[in-house]
């Protein structure tokens, strides 16, 4: 069965800090994509990333950077110089693509991250 | 602009009573979806649908109900028989039914019990 484990249920750092959300899954197929979500106090979930299991060559986009390691399974997400607006839960999701519409998206916990000014 | 609306934010239900959450998307995806969100939990999905008149059940589908008759609208009703209703529910939909695609969610309603 897959899962996803975000262990740190709350952070709270200063602004300026770099600060990294962990994520750690685990699934028994071959192909599969990870995604990063931000849920803000507004509510709605907005994608961050997608990353399919044959590309494990990091990311960054601007203050954002995430690390894909499959030797370890974790797919893990760094903000730099951390600002008050990142202040939000962020989810990590897994979904496994067994061909055409049979695939099951699982989200993790939730990460509450809150910066502090 | 295009997007997801759901209505309405906040919701009371009382005892016994069936309630209907709304989700309208102008985005011209095929799927939609339906998930339930505790506190300090993740999301689960309730149901979910890939093209108009069809839909299948999630994981906690139980005391639910849903339709899908036009493309554009997907809405969920919480029945009577849901004996635990107070959560966040977010609707979201996606281009395609299809593990790869991202979604794009609602801004949630929020259910509770009077």
């Known amino acids: 069965a897959q899962k996803v484990t975000q262990a740190q249920t709350e952070i709270s750092v200063v602004e300026k800090e770099d600060v990294t959300l962990d994520c750690v899954y685990e699934?028994?197929?071959?192909?599969?994509?990870l995604f990063w979500y931000k849920q803000p106090p507004s509510g709605e979930l907005v994608f961050l990333i997608r990353?399919?299991?044959?590309?494990?060559q990091n990311e960054i986009s601007g203050r954002y950077s995430w690390n894909f390691q499959k030797s370890t399974s974790s797919f893990n997400f760094t903000i730099t110089a951390s600002q008050v607006v990142d202040s939000a839960v962020y989810f990590c999701?897994?979904?496994?693509?067994?061909?055409?519409?049979?695939?099951?998206?699982?989200f993790g916990k939730g990460t509450l991250l809150t910066v502090n000014p | 602009d295009g997007g997801i609306t759901q209505s309405p934010k906040y919701l009371f239900r009382k005892e016994g009573q069936n309630v209907t959450l709304s989700c309208e998307q102008n985005l011209n995806h095929d799927a939609m979806y339906w998930y339930r969100q505790d506190p300090g939990q993740g999301l689960r999905l309730i149901y979910y649908s890939q093209i108009v008149n069809d839909f299948q059940k999630g994981d906690i589908a139980e005391g639910y109900s849903v339709s899908r008759e036009k493309n554009e609208s997907f809405p969920l009703t919480v029945t009577s028989a849901q004996k635990n209703p107070t959560a966040f529910y977010l609707c979201?939909?996606?281009?395609?039914?299809?593990?790869?695609?991202?979604?794009?969610f609602g801004s949630g309603t929020q259910l509770s019990v009077l």
């Open positions: 999701a897994l979904s496994e693509d067994r061909g055409g519409s049979n695939y099951k998206l699982t």
């Open positions: 990353r399919n299991s044959f590309d494990e």
């Open positions: 979201a939909s996606s281009r395609h039914d299809r593990g790869y695609e991202k979604l794009f």
């Open positions: 699934t028994r197929d071959t192909t599969y994509y």
